[in-house]
């Protein structure tokens, strides 16, 4: 009867020792996991895919491409029609100058071939 009791406590501590195993594993597993996901929404490491994404995608490099152009076009427009003034008026006047000539180039721009 001892030797069985023996063996019955030989058998419990290594399904303990088994399942501390299995812990510290699934334990590391864990960190690992939520080191990964505080890595992917860190913002600097989410600005980096997002230029990555834009550096290997020829349709939004176009994209910002047309963009750009819009509204500097229509900023150079401003300037030459309105250009430096503290009235609140023609400054006014200039912005929506701005915002047509930008939401006209824009359109120009998107209807041109590639």
């Known amino acids: 009867m001892e030797t069985n009791r023996f063996t019955q406590n ?16 699934q334990l590391m597993v864990l960190k690992n996991q939520a080191n990964e ?3 992917s929404i860190n913002p600097l490491q989410v600005l980096k895919q997002s230029f990555s994404e834009v550096k290997n995608s020829p349709e939004m490099k176009r994209t910002l ?9 229509g900023l150079i427009t401003k300037k030459i029609l309105i250009g430096n003034t503290n009235s609140t008026f023609k ?8 915002f047509g000539m930008t939401k006209f180039i824009a359109k120009e721009v998107d209807t041109t071939p590639s």
């Open 91 to 98: 400054n006014l006047l200039g912005y929506a100058i701005q």
């Open 65 to 73: 491409f047309q963009a750009a152009i819009s509204f500097a076009g």
């Open 37 to 39: 996901t505080l890595q």
């Open 10 to 25: 030989e058998l419990l501590d290594q399904a303990i020792l088994k399942l501390e195993a299995q812990q510290n594993h």
